[in-house]
């Protein structure tokens, strides 16, 4: 609800105290559906009351029937439930077929044992092909990529900040670039795009793997060596510190400041260049407009298609790069050409901008001639498109620049020992001044402790965001990073601490008892039980019970049955003639009929 109510604030824009514009109808809308989270539920509500209503007043034998239609009605309710919420995860995440995640392990499993084979180092890792977000965690590999609703948002932030798509609860590895890639060390990349531009031929291709012959991969993958990637902490300016990436509103501006920040220069050290933009785009069915410092562009019919054409002057065979800046997010259709300006020209898409996933940097690929013309085509609900005014929303690498750069971070970053983990990094790192900040793409937490030669030294929170820490002296140093959190180490202290105590009240319990002081301190007095001879217990239970005594029989006993089985029909005999009725006495003088007893014969 908070979500969705941030969501609509943003939809007002307030100048001054007055609102200016409304500039978006509700991104996402709450959908109920009466039947399935209201009605459903209330009607077996009511057939639960009245079966149970029912269960007391029927007869005993009527019982079980209602029962069983109880039970019935309740598998049938949670049954609908359960398929009601896999429905619904299933529109939020998705899920797929057992052959499709077996063919994506299958797949990419050898190419990242291939990696790890060549290089047992401590390093970060990445891919472009996603069956899903937390792909990385099946393939055991450290990356950007990740989704969890415990997922720190200073760090969902930073990375968006950087170009990245991170958003909400997670991050995926789009709109990666060779420079924010390199910033947080991302050392290999796997992917089926042509990299070699920036870092030279593919360390291993599709032949290197040993897939099976008859194995087909859903894709031919290479992977990448990054040479500019810096590891995990290196040495930047005391300037990194203080430095506020939201004084930026595009990555572009954001990732060239924070290099000159790091380095400690005072101009600008360029290594993203805007293309040059040739005039303002011009429009098809579209209002144009200004709003709270954003070009507003508004649909004017609905019923027809509505375009921006940009015309661009960039180098010839340079990856270019795309983004628009903005506070309010619009999804658009990209898509390119180099050959001619305008409607008439023939274009090729490149996916999206703006949605959910696509709100990061996005590649438009290279051009031959000189000249790239952009198409940007409205696709939303709300019918309207708002950016901040910029030069240029293309840019390319300088590399001349950037190589430059990242030798100098290098210098001193820290070397990583192999044997490292994620909660325990430890390595060295050879500074030249006396008081050296060390830079780490670590999230921040307060249950990172840092020790430089031994001793522990203070962590400092950089970009609200980052773990950061200073190294006094120059030379080597030898620099340990443990992650212990506080609510870690309090729960083993209390489970030890627990765990001794109920040892030792084991040990102590047959002395402790005999004393009556501590006796009443850990017994509960009551009434003793009764010992299992005495015969007040055996008369409680029944042959058969749980408990019951079971003895061999006594001498007397087994008289007792031999006695019962030879005389028992006489006394059947006698006990039935006992109940008969006594014959009638025959008057005096008189003799007895049927053969009955005579009189005075005993």
């Keep these: 609800?908070?979500?969705?109510?941030?969501?609509?604030?943003?939809?007002?824009?307030?100048?001054?105290?007055?609102?200016?514009?409304?500039?978006?109808?509700?991104?996402?809308?709450m959908v109920i559906r009466p039947f399935a989270t209201i009605w459903?539920?209330?009607?077996?509500?009511?057939?639960?009351?009245?079966?149970?209503?029912?269960?007391?007043?029927?007869?005993?034998?009527?019982?079980?029937?209602?029962?069983?239609?109880?039970?019935?009605?309740?598998?049938?309710?949670?049954?609908?439930?359960?398929?009601?919420?896999?429905?619904?995860?299933?529109?939020?995440?998705t899920f797929s077929k057992y052959s499709r995640?077996?063919?994506?392990?299958?797949?990419?499993?050898?190419?990242?044992?291939t990696v790890d084979a060549y290089d047992d180092g401590f390093y970060r890792m990445e891919k472009t092909y996603f069956r899903k977000t937390n792909?990385?965690?099946?393939?055991?590999?450290?990356?950007?990529?990740?989704?969890?609703?415990?997922?720190?948002?200073?760090?969902?932030?930073?990375?968006?900040?950087?170009?990245?798509?991170?958003?909400?609860?997670?991050?995926?590895?789009?709109?990666?670039?060779?420079?924010?890639?390199?910033?947080?060390?991302?050392?290999?990349?796997?992917?089926?795009?042509d990299m070699s531009d920036y870092y030279g031929p593919a360390l291993f291709t599709p032949e290197d793997y040993g897939?099976?012959?008859?194995?087909?991969?859903?894709?031919?993958?290479?992977?990448?060596?990054?040479?500019?990637?810096?590891?995990?902490?290196?040495?930047?300016a005391d300037g990194w510190l203080t430095f506020d990436y939201n004084d930026y509103d595009n990555p572009y501006e954001r990732l060239n400041a924070m290099i000159t920040v790091m380095l400690g220069e005072t101009e600008t050290v360029e290594v993203f260049k805007p293309a040059i933009q040739n005039g303002e785009p011009e429009t098809v069915n579209i209002k144009v407009g200004t709003a709270d410092g954003h070009h507003s562009y508004k649909v004017d019919d609905k019923t027809k298609g509505s375009f921006l054409y940009y015309d661009y002057t960039v180098p010839e065979d340079t990856e270019l790069f795309f983004f628009y800046p903005n506070r309010y997010l619009r999804q658009v259709k990209l898509s390119v050409n180099d050959k001619v300006a305008g409607a008439s020209g023939s274009?090729?898409?490149?996916?999206?901008?703006?949605?959910?996933?696509?709100?990061?940097?996005?590649?438009?690929?290279?051009s031959t001639t000189g000249k790239l013309y952009l198409k940007v085509e409205i696709d939303n609900d709300s019918n309207n498109l708002y950016v901040i005014p910029k030069d240029s929303y293309i840019y390319y690498i300088d590399m001349e620049v950037m190589r430059d750069a990242f030798t100098r971070l290098g210098e001193k970053q820290l070397l990583i020992d192999s044997e490292s983990t994620d909660s325990h990094i430890f390595g060295t790192v050879t500074t030249e001044t006396e008081r050296q900040l060390m830079f780490t793409s670590?999230?921040?937490?307060?249950?990172?402790?840092?020790?430089?030669?031994?001793?522990?030294?203070?962590?400092?929170?950089?970009?609200?965001?980052?773990?950061?820490?200073?190294?006094?002296?120059?030379?080597?140093?030898?620099?340990?990073?443990?992650?212990?959190?506080?609510s870690v180490a309090l729960g083993?202290?209390?489970?030890?601490?627990?765990?001794?105590?109920?040892?030792l009240i084991l040990i102590a319990y047959p002395f402790v008892k005999k004393v009556p002081y501590l006796r009443r301190l850990i017994m509960i007095e009551g009434e003793e039980l009764p010992p299992l001879a005495t015969a007040e217990y055996r008369a409680g239970i029944e042959e058969g019970d749980i408990g019951a005594p079971v003895s061999e029989p006594t001498p007397e006993e087994l008289i007792a049955e031999a006695s019962a089985a030879k005389y028992g029909k006489v006394r059947s005999n006698e006990q039935a003639s006992a109940k008969k009725p006594a014959p009638k006495q025959a008057p005096q003088g008189q003799k007895p009929q049927n053969g009955g007893p005579k009189s005075g014969k005993k």
């Design 135 to 193: 792909d990385n965690f099946a393939l055991g590999i450290k990356g950007l990529s990740c989704s969890t609703s415990t997922l720190n948002r200073d760090t969902i932030d930073y990375l968006r900040s950087m170009g990245y798509a991170s958003r909400s609860h997670w991050s995926r590895y789009l709109g990666g670039t060779p420079v924010n890639d390199s910033l947080l060390g991302i050392k290999y990349l796997i992917t089926d795009k």
């Design 442 to 486: 670590i999230p921040y937490d307060e249950g990172w402790n840092v020790y430089v030669d031994g001793e522990k030294v203070e962590i400092h929170e950089a970009n609200n965001a980052l773990v950061a820490f200073y190294v006094e002296g120059a030379g080597e140093h030898e620099i340990e990073l443990k992650y212990m959190p506080a």
């Design 101 to 113: 995640y077996n063919n994506m392990i299958d797949t990419l499993r050898p190419i990242t044992e």
């Design 347 to 366: 274009y090729a898409s490149k996916g999206t901008f703006g949605g959910g996933e696509s709100n990061c940097i996005v590649t438009l690929g290279e």
């Design 1 to 29: 609800v908070m979500k969705h109510t941030l969501e609509l604030q943003e939809n007002l824009w307030i100048k001054q105290g007055e609102v200016t514009d409304i500039l978006v109808e509700e991104e996402e809308k």
């Design 40 to 93: 459903l539920t209330l009607g077996c509500l009511f057939a639960y009351f009245i079966l149970v209503s029912l269960y007391g007043k029927v007869k005993e034998r009527q019982k079980e029937t209602v029962a069983m239609v109880l039970l019935l009605l309740v598998c049938v309710e949670v049954f609908l439930s359960g398929l009601s919420d896999l429905n619904e995860l299933d529109k939020d995440v």
């Design 492 to 503: 083993i202290t209390v489970s030890i601490t627990c765990l001794i105590i109920f040892v």
């Design 211 to 236: 897939y099976p012959e008859d194995f087909s991969p859903n894709g031919n993958y290479d992977v990448y060596f990054n040479k500019f990637a810096l590891s995990f902490a290196y040495g930047v």
